[in-house]
T-cell receptor
Framework: EAQVTQNPRYLITVTGKKLTVTCSQN?????MSWYRQDPGLGLRQIYY???????DKGDVPEGYKVSRKEKRNFPLILESPSPNQTSLYFC???????????FGPGTRLTVT | AQSVTQLGSHVSVSEGALVLLRCNYS??????LFWYVQYPNQGLQLLLK??????LVKGINGFEAEFKKSETSFHLTKPSAHMSDAAEYFC??????????????FGQGTILTVHP
């Protein structure tokens, strides 16, 4: 089944404790992206990747890191999480940015 | 920098009435434009998109949108609302080339409520 998977789905952590949210797709898509969704703010793009080893900043990259060492994986790293990073995070992939993006199920992160 | 503004965070219509969700964008280069829908506790699903060609685009579930360059708008419409249309709708824009090609900017979202 074609899908985008994210892990974990729910995470409660404390300020400053490094964490990684994994994202994997099995559709051989070149384009992958991370978003955060906050009430009243919609979705905001954190980082995107046009292909392996090619990443670029979205609208809200501060406090986040990404890497794209393999085509299928695009992990999101929070080196030192802070409470303002409490949010719902979505990973997405598509053949190109102009095509429909396939979204993962979301990861709800709480930083206390 | 590109941006998207959705006018009205909440829109309420009666079943069978016209649905109109407004989206205005700004972009320094020709844009690609998208409408996505999000049902409760789910990810986003593409309704329709404009990349090139015909400015009136038709999508799934009876929705359509028209790209109006002079008005920098991409409003979403549906002639007759159905209860199942109740959801949150997002307009998005990306650049059709140049630097930051691949950056996708979403609007704040519009929650559509449909009354019986």
């Amino acid at each position: 089944e074609a899908q985008v998977t994210q892990n974990p789905r729910y995470l409660i952590t404390v300020t400053g404790k490094k964490l990684t949210v994994t994202c994997s797709q099995n559709m051989n898509h070149e384009y992958m992206s991370w978003y955060r969704q906050d009430p009243g703010l919609g979705l905001r793009q954190i980082y995107y990747s046009m292909n392996v080893e090619v990443t670029d900043k979205g609208d809200v990259p501060e406090g986040y890191k990404v890497s794209r060492k393999e085509k299928r994986n695009f992990p999101l790293i929070l080196e030192s999480p802070s409470p303002n990073q409490t949010s719902l995070y979505f990973c997405a992939s598509s053949p190109q940015v102009t095509y429909e993006q396939y979204f993962g199920p979301g990861t709800r992160l709480t930083v206390t | 920098a590109q941006s998207v503004t959705q006018l009205g965070s909440h829109v309420s219509v009666s079943e069978g009435a016209l649905v109109l969700l407004r989206c205005n964008y700004s972009s320094s280069v020709p844009p690609y434009l998208f409408w996505y829908v999000q049902y409760p506790n789910q990810g986003l699903q593409l309704l329709l998109k404009y990349t090139t060609g015909a400015t009136l685009v038709k999508g799934i579930n009876g929705f359509e949108a028209e790209f109006k360059k002079s008005e920098t708008s991409f409003h979403l419409t549906k002639p007759s609302a159905h209860m199942s249309d109740a959801a949150e709708y997002f307009c998005a824009v990306s650049k059709a080339g140049g630097t930051s090609y691949g950056k996708l900017t979403f609007g704040q979202g519009t929650i559509l409520t449909v009354h019986p």
